[in-house]
């Protein structure tokens, strides 16, 4: 499931329950926005996306990509770490 980007309070009757939550890497950066998307999902696994060239003045800012995944993939338990966003793997 991608959701793409989620603001306010998200009206649920229930956890929704996914195999593979696809989710903006931001959606890690804090405890309060981890306690959000638990809120919400119940998810096997995460995805976490979005991230940058470690050369973007945008990773820089958060102080570069090594530092930014480090900080995401420490967040929770359930992520899938990524070797490189975007590059197709080939399931057989």
Request: a negative charge.
């Amino acid at each position: 499931m991608h959701v793409g980007d989620m603001y306010g309070e998200q009206l649920i009757k229930s956890k929704i329950k996914v195999d593979y939550l696809i989710l903006p890497f931001w959606y890690m950066s804090s405890p309060e926005r981890v306690d959000y998307i638990n809120s919400i999902f119940e998810a096997k696994h995460i995805i976490p996306t979005h991230f940058a060239l470690d050369h973007s003045e945008w990773m820089q800012s958060m102080g570069g990509l090594k530092f930014v995944r480090k900080r995401t993939y420490a967040a929770m338990d359930n992520l899938i770490q990524l070797d490189q966003e975007m590059m197709c793997i080939p399931l057989k």
